[in-house]
């Protein structure tokens, strides 16, 4: 991926801190995984694009040294005027390998040992959205989702044999899933490795197939999966299932199950974090003599003493009545927020009333650029 920028590969700015930057991968991982795309040959190199792009910005040594420098050459074989990789073992850079794939026609090996296709493999990740309403994400719950995946066979035991016979190694390729061709290049001699056309790369060959996995080692399964979910999680959570995704190939351990949680606002409250708000009215008068209020929260009515000359906007504040914390210490607080409420319309009481309330004061309530003003009017009328 010559001059090709890892953080925009992955979508990101420079900079990303390595959360995001996993985020990113997996989202992205799942998305062009070839097991997913089989057959596809873009979605295949995109794969490889952003597994190299991982490779770099996951490692903090390399990622440093990108950042400072713009390269992704951390063999130095840049500074030895093309003499070549001898001896270098490229396996230990994971997704480097690909690319040298893509120049010799498959697997890279000079001195080390390519990655054999029938070695063990992880089998991919799944993703679920659960959503939950405002109650539930607050105080937890008890949920079970339907899932559909691919697991063992359990008559086969993954292996695609039918019960009683197993596969035997392939003979062209010996087991290994790849032919070996070495060819001659202005860099020195390598090693290119191509699919075992027998075998298909898999290195076994079954004569005998399971009747029921038709010989694929796996079956599609409808599990009902029972998750916990924990007090305070919110929006945008991803909450791991371990061993939950597809099964893995070749003896390859099962992929994990990444629950996407999503929640339905409340209509009371709002959320920002685990601090909870909402707006509460009180009228002018409460407000200018004080009042004691019920001040609705998550686990209920509260009493909370409001105290005179409180003035519209004033915020009032909770502590420890907002959300639990998710595996941590302690809940967030609630805050309240007094709107003081104007009447738009006063009968003659109120007004009266208000009239000689400002008279105490000793407000002025005459004339204004020669006009007869409200109070005036008012007056008249006692």
Same mark, same amino acid.
């Given at each position: 991926?010559?001059?090709?920028?890892?953080?925009?590969?992955?979508?990101?700015?420079?900079?990303?801190?390595?959360?995001?930057?996993?985020?990113?991968?997996?989202?992205?991982?799942?998305?062009?995984?070839?097991?997913?795309?089989?057959?596809?040959?873009?979605?295949?190199?995109?794969?490889?694009?952003?597994?190299?792009?991982?490779?770099?910005?996951?490692?903090?040594?390399?990622?440093?040294?990108?950042?400072?420098?713009?390269?992704?050459?951390?063999?130095?074989?840049?500074?030895?005027?093309?003499?070549?990789?001898?001896?270098?073992?490229?396996?230990?850079?994971?997704?480097?390998?690909?690319?040298?794939?893509?120049?010799?026609?498959?697997?890279?090996?000079?001195?080390?040992?390519?990655?054999?296709?029938?070695?063990?493999?992880?089998?991919?990740?799944?993703?679920?959205?659960?959503?939950?309403?405002?109650?539930?994400?607050?105080?937890?719950?008890?949920?079970?989702?339907?899932?559909?995946?691919?697991?063992?066979?359990?008559?086969?035991?993954?292996?695609?044999?039918?019960?009683?016979?197993?596969?035997?190694?392939?003979?062209?390729?010996?087991?290994?899933?790849?032919?070996?061709?070495?060819?001659?290049?202005?860099?020195?001699?390598?090693?290119?490795?191509?699919?075992?056309?027998?075998?298909?790369?898999?290195?076994?060959?079954?004569?005998?197939?399971?009747?029921?996995?038709?010989?694929?080692?796996?079956?599609?399964?409808?599990?009902?999966?029972?998750?916990?979910?924990?007090?305070?999680?919110?929006?945008?959570? @991803?909450?791991?299932?371990? &061993?939950? /995704?597809?099964?893995?190939? *070749? +003896?390859?351990?099962? #992929? $994990?199950? %990444?629950? !996407? =949680?999503?929640?339905?606002?409340?209509?009371?409250?709002?959320?920002?974090?685990?601090?909870?708000?909402?707006?509460?009215?009180?009228?002018?008068?409460?407000?200018?003599?004080?009042?004691?209020?019920?001040?609705?929260?998550?686990?209920?009515?509260?009493?909370?003493?409001?105290?005179?000359?409180?003035?519209?906007?004033? @915020?009032?504040?909770?502590? &420890?009545? /907002?959300?639990?914390?998710? *595996? +941590?210490?302690?809940? #967030? $607080?609630? %805050?309240? !927020? =007094?709107?003081?409420?104007?009447?738009?319309?006063?009968?003659?009481?109120?007004?009266?009333?208000?009239?000689?309330?400002?008279?105490?004061?000793?407000?002025?309530?005459?004339?204004?650029?020669?006009?007869?003003?409200?109070?005036?009017?008012?007056?008249?009328?006692?």
């Amino acid at each position: 991926m010559a001059n090709k920028d890892y953080y925009e590969v992955l979508g990101l700015q420079k900079g990303a801190s390595d959360d995001e930057i996993k985020k990113a991968f997996r989202k992205l991982a799942l998305k062009y995984h070839p097991d997913r795309n089989q057959g596809n040959k873009e979605a295949e190199e995109k794969f490889k694009e952003i597994n190299e792009a991982y490779q770099v910005l996951s490692d903090p040594q390399k990622k440093a040294q990108y950042d400072q420098f713009g390269t992704a050459d951390f063999s130095g074989a840049g500074a030895q005027g093309g003499a070549g990789f001898g001896g270098f073992d490229f396996s230990d850079l994971g997704g480097f390998g690909d690319i040298f794939d893509s120049f010799f026609g498959g697997g890279f090996s000079q001195g080390g040992s390519s990655r054999r296709r029938n070695a063990p493999r992880k089998g991919a990740d799944l993703e679920y959205t659960l959503n939950l309403t405002f109650e539930e994400a607050v105080f937890g719950t008890k949920k079970e989702i339907n899932l559909s995946r691919d697991e063992k066979c359990e008559h086969c035991n993954g292996t695609g044999a039918k019960s009683g016979s197993k596969p035997h190694t392939c003979d062209k390729c010996g087991g290994t899933g790849q032919i070996r061709v070495q060819k001659n290049t202005p860099l020195g001699s390598f090693v290119s490795t191509s699919t075992c056309p027998k075998c298909g790369g898999k290195g076994t060959i079954i004569t005998n197939p399971c009747p029921h996995c038709k010989g694929k080692g796996t079956v599609r399964k409808h599990r009902k999966i029972k998750l916990n979910i924990p007090a305070g999680v919110d929006t945008g959570n @991803v909450i791991p299932m371990r &061993g939950q /995704g597809e099964a893995g190939s *070749n +003896g390859g351990p099962a #992929g $994990d199950l %990444y629950v !996407n =949680v999503r929640v339905t606002p409340s209509s009371k409250f709002k959320r920002e974090g685990f601090d909870i708000y909402i707006d509460k009215h009180i009228s002018f008068g409460k407000a200018a003599i004080g009042t004691s209020l019920k001040v609705p929260t998550i686990d209920g009515e509260v009493k909370y003493e409001v105290p005179q000359g409180t003035q519209s906007g004033t @915020v009032f504040r909770l502590r &420890g009545k /907002g959300v639990t914390r998710v *595996n +941590g210490h302690g809940r #967030g $607080d609630q %805050y309240v !927020n =007094v709107i003081v409420d104007v009447p738009r319309s006063l009968n003659q009481k109120q007004k009266e009333a208000l009239y000689k309330f400002m008279e105490a004061s000793g407000e002025n309530i005459g004339t204004e650029n020669g006009k007869e003003s409200f109070f005036d009017k008012v007056k008249k009328k006692l």
